[in-house]
């Protein structure tokens, strides 16, 4: 563990950042807020295939230390495991994200969060109450869950995204394998995007045309919504991924993390060299042929 990362983490007596300066208070201060001064936001966006405009930023949290060393979440999400801070960080980013929409009406965020989220018993509470008013409209704020947080806490989870759909927020599946979450707790989840995992982007490579592997994306688009392939770092990935009519990309291919949330649609330079005999399937049947995880 970086033991000069570990000792720049404090506690300051009250939060940093406001929804609008001119209030006494923030009302989305927490008991011990993080010091948010070594906080920063840098973004990665997704994109919608074929046209390829900005579906939303994904958020991707960084520290910077006081000689300008930039952390990333492996480094120091163990450090504020360790000082019990990580209960705050949802909230935090949450709260820095809605500032981020207030002053930027084109931007659309999605937010990874913690498995501890759930022991936050009122933050869909407070969310609400910020939504309200900031006058936000909740479909620019996209909230992101790892396959293996949700299916360990099921019931849990099924609630909260229940919630957080209640409030017109939208909600992502991240890294999903099809191996955590049994076919029946799918088709319960009301999720609007599922971001797959890096084991499913090795197989759509290896082989695009796999009918086995063509049948489960249809059927996840089926249950779940949109499919979303990241890691896009070639060519050849985007090229299959446009053939297989998935529905939206992110990757180093297309835009690299960068402190600037990116609004613009994406150029794609290999368009006219991607062929124009596409395979003949859809992804878009929906159709239900017993997709089994």
């Known amino acids: 563990m970086n033991s000069k990362l570990h000792s720049s983490v404090s506690i300051p007596q009250s939060q940093k950042s406001n929804i609008n300066s001119s209030q006494p208070?923030?009302?989305?201060?927490?008991?011990?807020?993080?010091?948010?001064?070594?906080?920063?936001?840098?973004?990665?966006?997704?994109?919608?295939?074929?046209?390829?405009?900005?579906?939303?930023?994904?958020?991707?949290?960084?520290?910077?230390?006081?000689?300008?060393?930039?952390?990333?979440?492996?480094?120091?999400?163990?450090?504020?495991a360790e000082m019990g801070l990580l209960y705050h960080l949802d909230r935090y980013v949450i709260s820095k994200g809605i500032d981020r929409l207030?002053?930027?009406?084109?931007?659309?965020?999605?937010?990874?969060l913690s498995p501890l989220v759930?022991?936050?018993?009122?933050?869909?509470?407070?969310l609400d109450s910020w939504l309200s008013e900031t006058q936000i409209d909740p479909k620019r704020l996209c909230f992101e869950l790892t396959e293996l947080t949700i299916a360990e806490q099921f019931i849990t989870a099924l609630n909260f995204i229940q919630n957080l759909r209640n409030l017109g927020c939208l909600v992502v599946i991240d890294n999903f394998t099809g191996?955590?979450?049994?076919?029946?707790?799918?088709?319960?989840?009301p999720v609007n995007l599922v971001k797959l995992d890096r084991q499913f982007l090795k197989s759509i490579k290896a082989n695009p045309e796999n009918v086995a592997l063509v049948k489960q994306l249809r059927e996840i688009k089926s249950i779940m919504g949109q499919v979303v392939v990241k890691y896009v770092e070639d060519e050849q990935t985007l090229e299959c991924v446009e053939q297989m009519n998935l529905d939206a990309v992110q990757g180093n291919l297309l835009q690299l993390p960068d402190e600037t949330p990116q609004?613009?649609?994406?150029?794609?330079?290999?368009?006219?060299?991607?062929?124009?005999?596409?395979?003949?399937?859809?992804?878009g049947d929906r159709s239900s042929s017993g997709l089994k995880f």
């Not at 994109?47 to 991707?60: I, K, M, P, T």
């Not at 150029?267 to 399937?281: H, M, R």
């Open 263 to 283: 609004l613009q649609t994406w150029v794609n330079p290999f368009l006219e060299e991607l062929p124009y005999n596409y395979l003949e399937f859809t992804l």
């Open 179 to 189: 191996k955590e979450l049994t076919l029946s707790q799918c088709q319960q989840l």
């Open 25 to 80: 208070q923030n009302p989305r201060q927490t008991q011990q807020p993080l010091d948010v001064g070594e906080f920063e936001f840098w973004y990665q966006p997704t994109y919608q295939v074929r046209s390829y405009n900005v579906l939303h930023n994904e958020v991707l949290l960084r520290w910077r230390d006081r000689p300008g060393k930039v952390y990333l979440p492996d480094e120091f999400i163990p450090v504020l």
């Open 102 to 112: 207030v002053s930027q009406p084109q931007l659309y965020l999605s937010i990874n």
């Open 118 to 126: 759930f022991e936050d018993y009122t933050l869909i509470e407070d």
